[in-house]
């Protein structure tokens, strides 16, 4: 009768009586499901077709028909899913295995190619080999180890393929974190940003992230994002609405705090957490979280380029049951500051400050992944607050991918074996290095059957996705076509949260700060006493508070600029998968493309943030230190690569 999938595909006005097939209702012949022609591009199908019918000359027993097989299709739909369900069990598992054999900590080393400002010498002191870097100064030769080398050659696209696995792993359910470390100038940026043309590890991950949810048929997703700065021991919100300058707001979003519940998740009070519904949004929000940074940087001078930016992408897995409790995880991807020498740069006052505490932090970030590495008994994550933040992120379960940045220049030498020896501190241990060759054959042996399997499993996975999207096409074109026929409403349609406007907005959820005091009540009623401020922490907090306001204000800027950063705009990835599909057959589709203007969502909350102005490019360097000033020119010269 009305939907078949193996009559010719013939598309009329709805209630127009032009043909009736005798052909069953979709998914009642067995061949509908079980033989689909993988993939499901709809448009291209031979075996679909929509055939109206005029509802009065529609017999009674095609009614029970198509009930029928409405019921059916949601039985078929049902098992599918369970099947799916439990072969990507198989796949995380295989997965997991996979990484834990590798190291749940990997480090990677990037050696940045030579730029033209660079003074190129022959011979050149690095020479990177496959898994190891050696460094020869003065007559003497050292050699890193790392899990994977990229040489200068090496793309954007090269280093996400190796990433890309660590980020399967947070939408299973485990928090991870990508971490960015070296000397100024080497290319951490770069590599987590990147620039309009080669866009780096953050954009492509949201990109991913979306991408790999939409194949996913046997959970769903909901991602929220927030961004921050640390700067001299001090968490600023990246993506707090933009107060008007000099209020307590701007202060008091310059120093959060970090609270732990008793099952060790770290929660900072009072961070903004905006809902990251698709990937348009997810980038408007993350250009904004990167133009909050440099403006910092120009109001507060160097701020930005010696602070850590780490943004959070917090993933909520439901399963098919709406009664499961979600599933969270987070996603840190984290541009530390730069390591710098102190006494090789010789640097005083606010810079010395900044570079001391940059150091501290990344001291202590390297003391705690060698303890993790060693299994060591005590993590000492209390001694920074970069190392606080990522607590929950850093250590068991989780997982961590570093990446060590290095210059390939003769000048850069001590800076480099200063950030190749972190890099060997942070890697020691739990590595397939020192190990006899014997078993380390066996070890690549195993990983490689697991690979193997984890493709095959993933294939599997890809397949059963294709029927169940097909079979869902086939149970909305019969919904449809039962609704129009018989007049019922199509209650499926109703249900579908993809027709709420409401879907559109974009919500931001705010931790709760105990420093403001309307919500201060409710905090101390709802969390545990441990977790609330104290009167001395209280104080602690307002003097930093002040002391920021003060720096800043002692920092203000000769001419402020802010920069506009739209290293998005030209992003396109290709989802080949159900593109076609959905574009022609499922209104605002979850799947739709997501490739529009890289500062452009009128449904975003915060109108402030989408006006652009012309902006000023003057910038002012006011390092106390001669060398290091010429280096934040630089630098700046670099950011403003992203105007
Ligand atoms: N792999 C690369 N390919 C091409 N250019 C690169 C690469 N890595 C870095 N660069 C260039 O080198 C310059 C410095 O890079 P970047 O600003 O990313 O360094 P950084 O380590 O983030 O510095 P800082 O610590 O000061 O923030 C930039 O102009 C960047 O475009």
């Not at 097939?21 to 033989?35: A, E, F, K």
């Not at 590798?102 to 690095?126: A, N, Y």
């Not at 530390?336 to 001391?356: H, I, N, P, V």
């Amino acid at each position: 009768m009305l939907i078949s999938s193996e009559t010719e595909e013939i598309t009329l006005p709805s209630t127009e009586v032009k043909e009736c097939s005798t052909s069953s209702p979709v998914g009642s012949n067995p061949d509908s499901l079980n033989g689909l022609p993988p993939p499901p591009d709809l448009p291209d199908s031979p075996s679909l077709s929509t055939i109206f019918c005029d509802v009065n000359v529609v017999p009674e027993h095609e009614k029970s028909q198509l009930e029928q097989s409405i019921h059916k299709l949601q039985g078929e739909i049902a098992e599918l899913r369970l099947m799916l369900r439990s072969i990507d069990e198989k796949r995380r598992e295989t997965l997991n295995k996979i990484i834990d054999i590798k190291g749940s900590i990997r480090v990677f080393c990037r050696v940045r190619p030579f730029l033209w400002t660079d003074k190129r010498r022959t011979p050149e002191p690095i020479l990177s080999e496959l898994d190891r870097v050696i460094v020869t100064s003065s007559g003497s030769r050292k050699e890193f180890g790392f899990d994977k080398i990229f040489h200068q050659e090496a793309n954007q696209d090269d280093v996400f393929v190796d990433v890309e696995p660590i980020l399967r792993s947070a939408l299973d359910g485990h928090n991870v974190s990508i971490l960015a470390y070296g000397q100024t100038g080497t290319g951490k940026t770069f590599t987590m940003d990147g620039t309009t043309v080669q866009p780096g590890i953050v954009p492509r991950a949201l990109k991913e992230l979306f991408q790999q949810v939409s194949s996913d048929k046997s959970f769903s997703y909901t991602f929220s994002m927030s961004m921050l700065e640390v700067y001299m021991g001090n968490l600023r919100d990246l993506l707090a609405s933009k107060p008007a300058l000099r209020t307590n707001e701007t202060v008091s979003r310059c120093n959060l705090n970090i609270q732990t519940d008793p099952k060790g998740s770290v929660e900072i009070e009072g961070l903004t957490q905006v809902e990251i519904p698709d990937f348009a949004k997810a980038r408007w929000w993350y250009t904004k979280g990167r133009r909050a940074r440099s403006t910092s940087w120009t109001n507060v001078n160097e701020a930005s380029s010696r602070s850590h930016c780490l943004t959070r992408i917090v993933i909520s897995r439901r399963g098919d049951t709406p009664e499961a409790k979600p599933k969270i995880s987070k996603l840190w991807m984290v541009d530390l500051g730069g390591s710098e020498r102190l006494l090789k740069t010789g640097a005083t006052g606010q810079t010395l400050d900044e570079g001391r505490a940059i150091n501290l932090s990344l001291s202590a970030l390297g003391d705690v992944i060698a303890a993790l590495r060693r299994k060591k008994g005590h993590v000492p994550y209390r001694n920074s607050k970069l190392t606080q933040i990522l607590k929950d992120s850093l250590g068991v379960g989780s997982k961590v991918l570093m990446l060590v940045h290095i210059s390939p220049c003769q000048e850069d030498l001590e800076e480099t074996i200063c950030s190749l020896s972190f890099a060997k501190r942070a890697k020691a241990v739990d590595s397939s290095r020192g190990l006899p060759e014997d078993l380390k054959k066996l070890r690549e042996k195993r990983i490689s059957e697991l690979e193997e399997n984890m493709r095959e499993v993933e294939e599997e996975c890809q397949k059963l996705a294709n029927q169940i999207s097909k079979a869902e096409f086939l149970l909305s074109e019969n919904r449809k076509l039962y609704s129009t026929a018989y007049g019922v409403p199509d209650e499926s349609a109703e249900k579908n949260p993809e027709n709420h406007e409401e879907d559109a907005k974009t919500h931001v959820i705010e931790t709760p700060r105990v420093t403001q005091k309307p919500i201060q009540q409710s905090i101390h009623r709802s969390l545990p006493r441990f977790m609330s401020s104290t009167v001395a922490s209280r104080e602690r907090q307002s003097a930093a508070e002040k002391d920021i306001v003060t720096r800043a204000r002692t920092f203000r800027p000769r001419a402020r600029s802010s920069t506009q950063l739209s290293g998005f705009q030209s992003l396109s990835f290709s989802d080949n998968r159900f593109g076609s599909l959905l574009r022609h057959s499922v209104k605002n589709s979850r799947f739709k493309d997501t490739n529009g203007p890289a500062i452009e969502s009128p449904k975003c909350n915060d109108s402030s943030s989408l006006k652009t102005t012309s902006l000023s490019r003057s910038k002012v360097v006011t390092s106390s230190d001669p060398n290091l000033r010429v280096k934040l020119g630089h630098h700046r010269r670099r950011m403003s690569d992203f105007v």
